[in-house]
């Protein structure tokens, strides 16, 4: 299988060292930086993966890199949108999609803020018993897809497994005469079921052990015209790392949903959120040594960001693998890599990294996704600028920020 980890080595396709050099000389530092082919690659890898299915919908999850031109480049190689907020759905209507491409997936957001989405036309997914009732009340004719907790323990870190029993999202499979009865009683129209377990699954036995619940829900439906799976999909993180190996789910999905679909006897769309899977390994996190400290247990390596920039490690312990760009074939060393931020900073613990020059550039991978969309200004940082890499040129995406950036919204006193 053409396994993503040859990232992790020399391949002409992706972004080199030298080229990422030469970024941060042009654009600064610290920098995000995206390659525009990575992105394409993950999203014909995991379309080829399904390809024996007719109708494939990608919605790409817009809250991993929200960039208005990540956003146009999602929509120039097919993409659709999931979003989870209004904004995000703007975001998506100004990057250039129609309402109807884009899959509007709140969790505990304001009824005003459903009926706002449903105003702009989107697909509305409701993951909750009483906003359910309510909206099919007022709306009946506006088609609603149901977000269905399937109770499938999935994902990494707590923090992102979503589908368990005591999980906010989704409304519980053990809810559905309830459920069933608010769609009668509303005559709500529903054309769509929707899970999403949680992120960095591992097992594809689960994850199609989750499909079969979506299937037996979606058999006490008439009207569907899809069935979104949702994400989760794990990326590896470092050479030899563990994926999901896609091709085998595709394969194994795919027959599975067309067997379904011939049995439900009405066409239907297969649809997946990938947020990771498409935009994390694309995506480079540059940042200079500041610098470097001896002290009597290690040696530390300071750079000009923190986790006002990358949050990922002191959040969940992503473990972000760190290459010295500047030295890139020098001795490698132990190094504790730490942040500016004036509490614990963290990125990474007695790493192996090429011996490190104040000065130098090391560069973080996997930077693409929940990386700067979950920047801040903590500390009264600037948020750091980003760049895409195109055709073999870096476009900048996004301006550093600036003093005026900082001050803006806030009032002073009068003097
Ligand atoms: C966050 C999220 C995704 C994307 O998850 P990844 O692990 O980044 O692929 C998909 N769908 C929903 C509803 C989400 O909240």
Redesign the pocket.
């Known amino acids: 299988m053409c396994g993503s980890n040859d990232s992790f080595v020399a391949n002409k396709h992706l972004m080199q060292p030298k080229e990422l050099v030469q970024l941060a000389e042009e654009f600064g530092s610290p920098l995000y930086v995206y390659d525009a082919a990575k992105i394409q690659s993950q999203y014909n890898r995991l379309t080829a993966a399904f390809s024996k299915v007719e109708r494939l919908r990608i919605?790409y999850?817009v809250?991993?890199l929200s960039n208005v031109a990540i956003l146009q480049l999602m929509k120039s190689i097919g993409s659709c949108l999931?979003t989870?907020s209004i904004q995000e759905v703007q975001l998506g209507l100004h990057a250039g999609f129609s309402p109807h491409q884009i899959i509007y997936?709140p969790?505990g957001v304001s009824f005003e803020e459903i009926e706002e989405a449903a105003q702009l036309g989107v697909q509305i997914?409701i993951d909750n018993l009483s906003v359910l009732e309510h909206f099919g009340s007022k709306h009946p004719s506006v088609p609603v897809c149901i977000?269905i907790n399937p109770h499938v323990m999935a994902g990494g870190h707590s923090n992102?497994s979503?589908g368990h029993i005591d999980s906010k999202?989704g409304i519980s499979i053990h809810q559905m005469p309830h459920l069933l009865r608010i769609v009668e009683n509303t005559g709500m129209h529903i054309n769509g079921i929707?899970m999403?377990t949680?992120?960095?699954i591992l097992d594809i036995e689960v994850f199609l052990y989750a499909a079969e619940i979506l299937f037996e829900v979606a058999t006490h439906f008439k009207t569907l015209d899809f069935l979104d799976f949702?994400?989760?999909?794990k990326v590896p993180y470092k050479k030899d790392d563990i994926e999901t190996d896609i091709e085998e789910l595709g394969k194994k999905l795919s027959k599975r949903f067309n067997a379904f679909e011939k049995q439900y006897g009405r066409p239907l769309t297969l649809a997946f959120?990938?947020?990771?899977?498409?935009v994390?390994e694309s995506g480079f996190f540059l940042a200079k040594v500041n610098v470097v400290k001896q002290t009597t247990s290690t040696v530390f390596a300071g750079i000009d960001s923190g986790f006002n920039h990358l949050i990922r490690p002191m959040l969940y312990g992503s473990q972000h693998f760190i290459e010295n760009i500047s030295n890139p074939k020098g001795k490698e060393r132990f190094y504790s890599v730490v942040g500016y931020i004036c509490e614990t900073d963290t990125f990474a613990n007695n790493r192996r990294i090429a011996e490190i020059a104040e000065g130098d550039l090391l560069c973080f991978r996997n930077a693409g996704?929940?990386c700067f969309s979950m920047a801040s200004n903590y500390n009264s940082r600037y948020k750091p600028a980003e760049v895409l890499w195109k055709d073999g040129k870096g476009i900048l995406i996004r301006e550093r920020e600036s003093f005026e950036d900082l001050l803006k919204n806030q009032i002073r006193l009068p003097d």
């Open positions: 919605n999850a809250k991993a999931d989870v997936t969790n997914n977000r992102i979503v999202f929707h999403h949680g992120s960095d949702g994400s989760g999909f959120e990938p947020g990771k899977y498409l994390s996704a929940y």
